[in-house]
C-alpha cells in the first residue's frame, strides 16, 4: 500500500504517465542510489539519507522500478557549499539554520526539488518554456495558488528553473534512473526569499507545509 507521504514523492503508476523510463534506458538504480553513486552530489545524498520517508520515496521498491517517472533537480555538492557560503558572508547563518535545520522543512525543500507523475525530458523542459509546474511539495501541501510552483526559462539553448527565492540553470540533463530522471543544477532552490528573513505569508506557507508533512508521518507510522 502506497502510503501518503510516498505519494507526494512518487504516485505516478504508468498508466498515467505520458513517457516510460525504461523505454530508454535498462532499468539499473534508482534516484536515491544515483544520488549516493554519482560524484559530485554526496551532499544531497547526505540529506536525503537523514530524511528517511523521503529516502524511501526516492528508493523505490523492486516492483515500482520502471513504474514511476518523476523529475528530480538535483543540486551539485558545489551548489550546497556555494550556497552556505553566501550564507555565512551575508550573516544569514544563524537565520537559515532555524529554517533548514527542521527536518520536517528540509524534507519540504527536497520536496520543492521533484517534479512529480511526469518524466520532464530536457527537450520538453525547453518547450515549457516560461509555463509554471507543480513540485512534490505543492501537492503535498494541496497548494492551488502556486506559492510552490517552479517557472521553466528557456534561454540560448539552456533551461533555467526559477523558484521563490533562487533560480538554477541544469548543467547535467537526462540522468535516467527506474524511478524518474534527474537534471543536475547548479544551486538550490528555496521556496521563500533568499535574504533569511520570511514574511509574515511566508512563515505562514511553511508551517502549513510543516504540519501537512507532520501529519502525513504520523498517519503512515500509524499504518505501520
Known amino acids: ?13 504508468l498508466g498515467r504517465c505520458s513517457e516510460s523510463i525504461t523505454s530508454d534506458v535498462r532499468c539499473l538504480l534508482s534516484v536515491a542510489e544515483i544520488i549516493k553513486t554519482r560524484p559530485g552530489l554526496s551532499k544531497l545524498a547526505s540529506v536525503v539519507e537523514k530524511l528517511p520517508r523521503i529516502s524511501a520515496a526516492l528508493n523505490g521498491g523492486d516492483e515500482s522500478r520502471g513504474k514511476t517517472v518523476d523529475t528530480l533537480f538535483a543540486p551539485t555538492d558545489k551548489a550546497i557549499e556555494d550556497f552556505l557560503s553566501w550564507t555565512r558572508a551575508q550573516n544569514k547563518t544563524e537565520e537559515f539554520a532555524k529554517i533548514l535545520g527542521n527536518q520536517t522543512v528540509a524534507g519540504a525543500i527536497v520536496a520543492y526539488h521533484v517534479l512529480p507523475e511526469l518524466v520532464y525530458k530536457f527537450g520538453t523542459l525547453k518547450a515549457l518554456d516560461r509555463k509554471f ?20 526559462d528557456e534561454e540560448g539553448g539552456s533551461i533555467f528553473i526559477k523558484g521563490t527565492g533562487s533560480e538554477v540553470k541544469v548543467i547535467g540533463a537526462d540522468n535516467y534512473a527506474c524511478n524518474g530522471i534527474i537534471h543536475i543544477v547548479d544551486g538550490v532552490l528555496l521556496p521563500f526569499d533568499a535574504d533569511g528573513e520570511l514574511s509574515e505569508k511566508q512563515k505562514e506557507r511553511l508551517e502549513d507545509a510543516k504540519e501537512m508533512l507532520s501529519e502525513a508521518i504520523e498517519e503512515e507510522e500509524e499504518e505501520m
Open 133 to 152: 509546474i507543480n513540485t512534490a511539495l505543492s501537492n503535498a501541501v494541496s497548494d492551488t495558488s502556486g506559492a510552490f510552483a517552479l517557472q521553466i
Open 1 to 13: 500500500m502506497i502510503t501518503k507521504l510516498y505519494s507526494f514523492f512518487f504516485s505516478c503508476s
